[in-house]
């Protein structure tokens, strides 16, 4: 099992920042991808952001530009900086996870609000 917990979540104003960490810690052998993925109220999860051990990274349409993300192999931590950020990026982030041997991993949710 791989147990992943999430920090940094809270209430911004919009055009403000926050930066989200996630991290991982038991059989956390041969992790590929990590990143996030968000809900917002009455909608479906969707992808945020992803990246490889390797550095590759991938972001939805609506972030691009205003978030990054980042990864420490070494500490199994992954970041998401969020800059910019709009009333419509309010949801929980639920950090990601997946092995090589395709088992997925979910965090708990950090909520997330932008709002003035």
């Known amino acids: 099992q791989v147990q992943l917990v999430e920090s940094g979540g809270g209430l911004v104003q919009p055009g403000g920042s926050l930066k989200l960490s996630c991290a991982a810690s038991g059989n956390i052998f041969s992790i590929y991808v990590m990143g996030w993925y968000r809900q917002a109220p009455e909608k479906q999860r969707e992808l945020v952001a992803i990246i490889t051990s390797g550095g590759s990274t991938s972001f939805a349409d609506s972030v691009k530009g205003r978030f990054t993300i980042s990864r420490d192999n070494a500490k199994n931590t992954v970041f998401l900086q969020m800059n910019s950020l709009k009333p419509e990026d309010t949801a929980v982030y639920y950090c990601?996870?997946?092995?090589?041997?395709?088992?997925?991993?979910w965090g708990q949710g950090t909520q997330v609000t932008v709002s003035s």
């Open positions: 990601y996870a997946n092995r090589r041997d395709g088992a997925e991993y």
